[in-house]
């Protein structure tokens, strides 16, 4: 599997609090993703990177901020969690966008009480 | 926006008898892919196809690209317990960098 570590693996905390979560890649990879997980729904992007300090909006970026300051860190924060970002988020990277294949993290389950 | 729409959500199945999800976008894609997500586990990158009217297989894995290039499949022969999973397609629209997911198909196999 891809040198991908997303932290933390599980998370449970209370609405209205903030939430950061850290996505870790040692594949040098150009591409960092950022996706939620419902059922029903699939796997869903919320914001993508395609380099340090550039990053764009997915389709579900409302009330999600990014940043990626080095190649290997892609961090997801809930600036105010509520109760509908419940959910499990997976990080992906790629070489090269997406004509490439994209290698997913292990996930982290957050709920938001 | 774009969406890609993938039937059945769920498949049950006795053991070898044969499996297949459809995928279907409301736009051309340029390139799909599909993956393979484990009870647990995250999804694992199986194969991309490109061509209109491309056919790819891989052992008992048949993919299948449209000639219009707004439709795929995989068909899985002779399923085994090990095929057990939730199956995704992924389509990639001609601007962007995003790919878009179907809802996914879930597999269950009856030894």
């Known amino acids: 599997d891809a040198g991908i570590t997303q932290s933390p693996r599980h998370k449970v905390t209370e609405t209205g609090t903030p939430v950061t979560l850290r996505c870790h890649q040692t594949?040098?990879?150009?591409?960092m993703y950022w996706y939620r997980q419902d059922p029903g729904h699939g796997l869903r992007l919320i914001h993508y990177?395609?380099?340090?300090?550039?990053?764009d909006k997915g389709e579900v970026s409302d009330g999600y901020s990014v940043s990626r300051s080095k190649t290997e860190d892609f961090l997801l924060t809930l600036e105010s969690a509520t109760s509908s970002q419940t959910s499990v988020y997976f990080c992906?990277?790629?070489?090269?966008?997406?004509?490439?294949?994209?290698?997913f993290g292990d996930g982290t389950r957050l709920s938001i009480l | 926006g774009q969406q890609v729409m993938q039937i059945p959500q769920y498949q049950h199945v006795q053991e070898g008898e044969d499996f297949t999800t459809y995928c279907n976008s409301s736009?051309?894609?340029?390139?799909i892919q599909w993956y393979k997500q484990r009870p647990g586990g995250h999804p694992v990158f199986l194969i991309q196809?490109?061509?209109?009217?491309e056919v790819k297989k891989q052992k008992r894995l048949t993919f299948q690209f449209g000639e219009a290039k707004k439709n795929s499949s995989l068909h899985i022969t002779a399923t085994q317990t090990t095929d057990v999973g939730t199956y995704f397609c992924?389509?990639?629209?001609?601007?962007?960098?995003?790919?878009?997911f179907g809802g996914g198909t879930r597999l269950m196999v009856k030894p």
């Open positions: 196809l490109v061509k209109s009217g």
């Open positions: 992924a389509g990639h629209h001609n601007a962007g960098n995003m790919l878009t």
């Open positions: 736009t051309t894609l340029s390139n």
């Open positions: 990177s395609y380099g340090v300090k550039d990053t």
């Open positions: 992906a990277i790629s070489a090269a966008g997406s004509n490439q294949p994209q290698h």
């Open positions: 594949e040098n990879h150009r591409y």
